[in-house]
């Protein structure tokens, strides 16, 4: 079984930063594409970053790029997202997701694989 287990969430203030993790089980993990997107209620579904395990290749929304680091250890299937220079509109459910690449856009499916969500909340 698939399983995409997020943790690292929490409340900051603007300018903090805050690191989510993604552990990642039931799949081959170097063959995937990990990545991350968020959700705010009453609005769409907003791709953040994407990271081609195999050959590490990164993708960023223009709305994190320069502040957002995704990276990924192979040893222990985890995928990080390094949150820095937070806004109070990054504020979402950030969920972790899984493919065998990584979306175009970052505009991830219905139908990939994610987990449970983690809260990011900034205050201003």
């Known amino acids: 079984e698939v399983q995409l287990v997020e943790s690292g969430g929490g409340l900051v203030q603007a300018g903090g930063s805050l690191r989510l993790s993604c552990v990642g089980s039931?799949?081959?993990?170097?063959?995937?594409?990990i990545g991350w997107f968020r959700q705010v209620p009453g609005k769409e579904r907003e791709g953040v970053s994407c990271?081609?395990?195999?050959?590490?290749?990164?993708y960023y929304a223009d709305s994190v790029k320069g502040r957002f680091t995704i990276s990924s250890d192979n040893k222990t299937n985890t995928v990080y997202l390094q949150m820095t220079s937070l806004k109070p509109e990054d504020t979402a459910v950030y969920y972790c997701?899984?493919?065998?690449?990584?979306?175009?856009?970052?505009?991830?499916?219905?139908?990939?694989?994610r987990g449970q969500g983690t809260q990011v909340t900034v205050s201003s």
């Open positions: 039931g799949f081959t993990f170097d063959d995937s594409a």
């Open positions: 997701a899984g493919d065998l690449m990584c979306p175009y856009g970052l505009s991830w499916h219905d139908d990939d694989a």
């Open positions: 990271i081609s395990i195999s050959d590490g290749n990164t």
